[in-house]
T-cell receptor, first 113, second 114 residues
C-alpha cells in the first residue's frame, strides 16, 4: 500500500524567511503533485514532477523530486503572507492504477508579518 | 471552458437522511474520481467512474455509499442513512484520459451531518 508522509504538518514562519516542506512516499510512483488549498476551497495544482531530478519553480516556490530516495521537497523562498495555505503532496501509483492519487496529510503554512 | 462543477457547495443533513452530491466533469472529460477529505486530513480516494461504469471502487465504504455516472447528466455520489462520521468535504475530479494525465478538482461539497 502506498503511503505518503509530509513534514512538518504545521509551519509558522516569518515573512522573508526560507523553509522546506518534505514529502516521503513508500513505493515506486509514476508522478508526484504539489497542491495548494486555501480554507474552504478546492485544490490548486502547483507542480507535477515526473522524473528523477525534476525541478520546477514558480515564483517563490520550487519543487524537486528524488525518485531513488522517494522524496520530494517544496522550498519556499522569502515567504510572503499570500503563501499562507495548506500544501499537499500527492503521489500516483505505478502502471495501471496511476489515476489514483494518495495524499499526504498536508502542511498548514502560516506566514506572519 | 468551465471547470469541474460540484453542487451543492454545502449540504446539511440530519442523521439517517440521504445525501446526494453531484459532479459535472470538465468538457471533454469522461473520467470522474471522488475523494473524501476528513477534517485536518488529506484527501482519500473513493471511486473512479467512466460513463455508465464503475472502474475502481476500492476506497468506497462497503455500506451506505454508492456512485454512478450515467450516460447523460452528472456523476452522483449517494450516501444513505448518513451518520456524523460522514461529515467531510467531498471532492470530485475529472480527466480526459485515465492514465498518465492530470485530473482537475472541483470546489467540493461540504457535508455536515447534525
Amino acid at each position: 500500500e502506498l503511503k505518503v508522509e509530509q513534514n512538518p504538518l504545521f509551519l509558522s514562519m516569518q515573512e522573508g524567511k526560507n523553509y522546506t516542506i518534505y514529502c516521503n512516499y513508500s513505493t515506486t510512483s509514476d508522478r508526484l503533485y504539489w497542491y495548494r488549498q486555501d480554507p474552504g476551497k478546492s485544490l490548486e495544482s502547483l507542480f507535477v514532477l515526473l522524473s528523477n531530478g525534476a525541478v520546477k519553480q514558480e515564483g517563490r516556490l520550487m519543487a524537486s523530486l528524488d525518485t531513488k530516495a522517494r522524496l520530494s521537497t517544496l522550498h519556499i523562498t522569502a515567504a510572503v503572507h499570500d503563501l499562507s495555505a495548506t500544501y499537499f503532496c500527492a503521489v500516483t501509483e505505478s502502471g495501471g492504477s496511476n489515476y489514483k492519487l494518495t495524499f499526504g496529510k498536508g502542511t498548514l503554512l502560516t506566514v506572519n508579518p | 471552458n468551465a471547470g469541474v462543477m460540484q453542487n451543492p457547495r454545502h449540504l446539511v443533513r440530519r442523521r439517517g437522511q440521504e445525501a446526494r452530491l453531484r459532479c459535472s466533469p470538465m468538457k471533454g472529460h469522461s473520467h470522474v474520481y471522488w475523494y473524501r477529505q476528513l477534517p485536518e486530513e488529506g484527501l482519500k480516494f473513493m471511486v473512479y467512474l467512466q460513463k455508465e461504469n464503475i472502474i475502481d471502487e476500492s476506497g468506497m465504504p462497503k455500506e451506505r455509499f454508492s456512485a454512478e455516472f450515467p450516460k447523460e447528466g452528472p456523476s452522483i455520489l449517494r450516501i444513505q442513512q448518513v451518520v456524523r462520521g460522514d461529515s467531510a468535504a467531498y471532492f470530485c475530479a475529472s480527466s480526459r484520459e485515465a492514465l498518465n494525465t492530470e485530473a482537475f478538482f472541483g470546489q467540493g461539497t461540504r457535508l455536515t451531518v447534525v
